[in-house]
């Protein structure tokens, strides 16, 4: 099988499975290996356990560039 035809035979599969597919060859070209992957890894978890229990308020990301943007106009 070529690549054309592996690309056309992922693009057929239900989206679940195309993401699953995505992911796999993402990390293959970067593989979190290194200790400071893993702790970005865990920290991540635990944003997105505290976001999802209420314990911290998301920021828009507009809100966030906008302060920036205040910071360098002075």
């Known amino acids: 099988m070529n690549t054309q035809e592996l690309i056309k035979k992922a693009v057929s ?8 597919v995505v992911d796999s060859l993402l990390r293959s ?3 979190p290996e290194s200790e ?10 635990r ?3 505290e976001l999802r ?9 507009q809100d966030v560039f906008n302060k920036i ?3 360098f106009e002075k």
């Open 13 to 20: 599969l239900p989206v679940e499975e195309r993401t699953l």
């Open 29 to 31: 070209l970067n593989q």
């Open 36 to 45: 400071i992957d893993k702790k970005w890894a865990i920290a991540a978890k």
């Open 47 to 49: 944003r997105l356990s």
């Open 53 to 61: 229990s209420g314990a911290v308020e998301p920021i828009p990301g």
């Open 69 to 71: 943007w205040k910071r």
